[in-house]
């Protein structure tokens, strides 16, 4: 690989000030990675990549002249947002230039239910703002206070909200996204509709977002309530009627089965030896009657405490989606996770991996709108929720992690491979789309190269 050309660090040393280009030591490596190190697969990987320089820009036009500056040298270019990706979306594999978009982080205006914000805003900054205006985020990961709008819509795929809501590319959540290309003289770009669908969660390898658009829900009040249960199957046919339950609004429901409540350190005093637990934030005016339901049918309720208005801890989602996953690996290194997708018969095929890999296969359960308009309310239909989640596997070898999963797929679970940095598949039509986007706003292959694995432009690969 050529070595980072001296003129160039002088260049962006003079663009951004010295105090906004780190060249080295422990800032550099943290800001060259991400929470990759989640799989035992990409460890070997990417241990050891690092960009030659991260640049922090804190204006546009300082981003604009970045690019410019980057494609006549012919360097990488990766976008980073909070850094919080498991899958080495925004690590560097060619070196280059790791563009920080922290100081980007401006609330252009919440309006009219859509807020305009730059890509490195805060999610919880983004939540705080839009309550102050009558409005709340429709999903956001569980990292939201790390996680930056551009990391989001960059590399995430949704989370809390998303029973009501779906993911972030579910229905018109995401209104517009505006990027900058990396060329000579690099363009502003806005796409929106169904042009949205290419520029959405390519690992920045298409341009790096300057502004995103992102529509709003009416903010509603929470609590945050945990169930428990020493019977698995009674605890899932509660949970899973409660989140079909289309009167019931709720923005998060989890459940995980024992011992993972017991890796969930902080809420030791409310987690029950040998019980499975469920977690749920309904809306406040309902959550009474959520709780007699829970009650009547055998259920614990061992925590109950509002979600409060600003956001402030404690956040009982600090323990869902891939946070859960953390709390594991605190407590044994050795647990490492997949995407998992259930179909209509999920008792019989979680039953089927619990019996066969008991304490190898743990159980975590998300469920999720796969038709946000007839999620909740006069048109709610429970097939409008699907279950799905992200189990935990306990890692001993390739060749018996990859049994596992062979056998999961084999009684029909949805698998995502979460052990990969390559772009995720799409159709046909979704790779044209993708390669179109990337030939028109990065001509020279110098975004985030090695991401976009189908795109045959890569000058790294070529040269190495
Ligand atoms: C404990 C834990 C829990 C998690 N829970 C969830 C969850 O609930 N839901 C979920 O979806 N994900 C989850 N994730 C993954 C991750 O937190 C989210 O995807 C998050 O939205 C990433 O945001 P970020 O700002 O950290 O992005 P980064 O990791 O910094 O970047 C993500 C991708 O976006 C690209 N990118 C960043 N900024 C731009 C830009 N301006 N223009 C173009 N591309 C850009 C980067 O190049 C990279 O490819 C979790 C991860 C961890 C470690």
Redesign the pocket.
Known sequence: MPSFPESLRSELRALLGAENLIEGGETLATLSK??YWYSPALRPQLDDKRADVVAKPGAVDELRALLAACFKAGVAV?????????YG??MPIYGGVVVD?SRLDRIHSVEGGVVRAE?GARLITIETVARAAGWELRCY???WV???L???F??????IGGVRWGGIASGDTVKSITLLTCEAEPRTLRYEGAALSAPLRT??TTG??IEIEMRLAPKLDYDQVAFSSPDWDKLLDWTDAAMRNGAWRKRVASQFQWPIPSFFKPLKKHIRENEHVSFLMPERSETAAVVASAEAAGLIVSYNRPLSDPPKPPFLSDFT???TT?WAMKTDPAFTYVQAGFGDNFRAQITDLMTRYPGEVLIHLEWGARDPDRAVGPNASPDAIGVGGIPLIRYTTAGRFDEILAYARSINVYVGNTHTYHLTATTPEGTAARHALKHDVDPRGLM?PGKMHTFPLNPFAVAS
């Not at 980073?80 to 990706?85: D, F, L, N, P, S």
């Open positions: 991400d929470y990766t976008p980073r947002g909070g850094g919080t990706g498991n979306q925004c978009c890509p990961p569980s990292t790390k996680a930056t551009g990391g989001f960059g590399g995430g795929a949704g989370g690992f920045g790096i977002m989606y891939n946070h953390l985030n």
